[in-house]
Nanobody, 125 residues
Framework: QVQLVESGGGLVQAGGSLRLSCAAS????????VAWFRQAPGKEREFVAG????????YYLDPAKGRFTISRDNAENTVYLQVNSLKFEDTAVYYC??????????????????WGQGTQVTVSS
């Protein structure tokens, strides 16, 4: 069993940056790939970025490419998402997720076993 806790969200002006964190408060995900998803009001949850269990491989979908960076520190049992050049359309609840059956390129939500409660990112225009 793994419990995930996200933090670092907030209100930021367009063009600004945030660093989101995902920590395992119970259990560990050091052996699993981890992903960040986001869900805007009225929209489906969408994959943003994934990282392999070693951290050596990362995978991004648009519109994260070039603006977001996923990283991890297994010693700290934490995964990060650096979000730069934020746009109004990045406004969403951001979730981290992991599981035994996922790879760095797994984008389907139903493949993930463990989810955090989410952290709100609001970008003002």
């Amino acid at each position: 069993q793994v419990q995930l806790v996200e933090s670092g969200g907030g209100l930021v002006q367009a063009g600004g940056s945030l660093r989101l964190s995902c920590a395992a408060s119970e259990g560990t995900f050091s052996d699993y790939a981890v992903a960040w998803f986001r869900q805007a009001p009225g929209k489906e949850r969408e994959f943003v970025a994934g990282i392999s269990w070693t951290g050596s491989r990362t995978y991004y979908l648009d519109p994260a490419k070039g603006r977001f960076t996923i990283s991890r520190d297994n010693a700290e049992n934490t995964v990060y998402l650096q979000v730069n050049s934020l746009k109004f359309e990045d406004t969403a609840v951001y979730y981290c997720a992991t599981g035994e059956r996922v790879a760095v390129t797994t984008t389907q939500t139903d493949r993930y076993d463990y989810w955090g409660q989410g952290t709100q990112v609001t970008v003002s225009s």
